[in-house]
């Protein structure tokens, strides 16, 4: 009886010492469940949703045409839902971290800011083409992830990403 004590009590002792690396993780954020692929999956798809936001908001303002503000609406209301769900997957999996709009991206914003009219209109949807043509690549990739967050994330999000990029390709051919 003895002998069964002692591996009893170790048993107990590394379950206690796990749930205490479980909530610092979980409370102190010194550990992800994400590996680097997945971190630079949530990073880009994070900075691409708030970019492609801050552009579509600059369309509302500043275009003209009646279906690029609304394609520019599609995009404020379906990437909003998507960082939203993004936030919750870096917080289920103790990602931690700001997220910023790169200084490449910003470039393109400020010069976005500047036109008007027809010019913003093409110099916009460009960026979405450009933009979706890159987000179709890299949550195509994520599809794979071996994280199921990601994972399920990725594969359900990107059916909504290839209908932005042939919504944003036709919008484009319009306006030739």
């Known amino acids: 009886m003895k002998k069964l004590i002692y591996p009893v009590l ?11 690396d479980n909530w610092k993780a979980k409370y ?16 880009g798809s994070v900075e691409g ?13 500043n275009s003209t045409n009646p279906e ?7 995009m404020i209301t379906d990437h909003s839902k998507a960082n939203h769900a993004l ?5 289920d999996q103790y990602v931690t971290g700001k997220d910023t709009i790169s200084d490449e991206h910003q470039v393109i914003l400020d010069s976005l800011a500047t036109k008007k009219g027809a010019d913003f ?8 083409v450009k933009d979706h043509e890159g987000a179709v690549d890299l949550f195509t990739e994520a599809s794979t992830d071996k ?11 990107l ?8 919504k944003a390709e036709e919008l484009q051919k319009s306006l030739k």
């Open 10 to 20: 170790g048993l107990a002792i590394a379950l206690s010492v796990q749930s205490c």
């Open 28 to 43: 102190l954020n010194e550990k992800s469940l994400v590996d680097e692929p997945g971190m630079e999956f949530l990073k």
């Open 49 to 61: 949703g708030m970019t492609e936001i801050a552009a579509s908001k600059l369309a509302v303002a």
């Open 68 to 74: 690029v503000v609304e394609f520019a609406k599609m």
């Open 87 to 91: 936030d919750s997957i870096k917080f």
């Open 121 to 128: 209109d093409k110099a916009y949807i460009a960026m979405m």
């Open 147 to 157: 994280n199921s967050h990601i994972h399920y994330f990725a594969e359900n999000t």
């Open 159 to 166: 059916p909504t990403i290839k209908e932005h990029l042939e």
